[in-house]
């Protein structure tokens, strides 16, 4: 069954950052969805996934985590407050046995991301939240690689002729957790969203 992304990209005006997921567990993928008790209906909304627990805990911003519409609006509220914008790179795919790790996405079809970032001028870094977005976003026209920082965790893009900057988080994926610590990651958002 082929899953299609669900929601559109949440881009505020004065936006300068860009963040950049994979696409949604598949049960948020799917009609009808199948949110569990905890789950919020936008990205990473998954009861499991420890984003907006980060971004929460840095910005000192309540976060809802039941499906209600305020519990949306306080996440787009964050992110104006952060001037950053949030969309994935996958629009439709096959999550192989219904998994959402990365290495079970297949017949993957990117969105035009190189025609939303000419919609937004003022986004001048882009922020992938797995490595897997790198292999993605090659598959993009217009794109050039510039250099990387050892380990791939800083570098920059030319997409469309302009040059962004490119940060890649550590995912706030539940299995990727086991790698790397709560605290560790914490510190990484705080370096790259700041402390409101």
């Given amino acids: 069954m082929i899953s299609k992304?669900?929601?559109?990209?949440?881009?505020?005006?004065e936006a300068t950052k860009l963040i950049i997921g994979?696409?949604?567990p598949y049960r948020f993928c799917i009609t009808p969805k199948e949110l569990y008790d905890g789950d919020v209906d936008f990205y990473y909304g998954s009861k499991d996934n420890y984003f907006w627990d980060l971004l929460s805990e840095l910005t000192g911003a309540r976060l809802d985590k039941e499906n209600t519409q305020t519990a949306i609006v306080q996440r787009k509220s964050l992110l104006e407050n952060l001037h950053t914008g949030i969309t994935d790179i996958i629009d439709q795919c096959t999550h192989i046995d219904g998994k959402s790790d990365d290495l079970s996405l297949n017949d993957i079809v990117l969105k035009p991301l190189n025609e939303l970032l000419s919609n937004y001028p003022k986004i001048d870094t882009l922020i992938y939240t797995s490595k897997f977005i790198i292999k993605q976003i090659n598959k993009i026209a217009d794109v050039t690689y510039h250099t990387?920082?050892?380990p791939q965790k800083e570098g920059s893009?030319?997409?469309?002729?302009?040059?962004?900057?490119v940060i890649v988080l550590y995912s706030p994926s539940p299995s990727a957790c086991r790698r790397v610590s709560y605290e560790k990651r914490l510190i990484q958002y705080i370096d790259v969203f700041g402390k409101l």
């Fill in 157 to 165: 893009i030319v997409i469309n002729g302009k040059k962004y900057n």
């Fill in 22 to 24: 994979t696409i949604p």
């Fill in 148 to 150: 990387w920082k050892v």
């Fill in 5 to 13: 992304h669900p929601y559109y990209p949440f881009v505020p005006e």
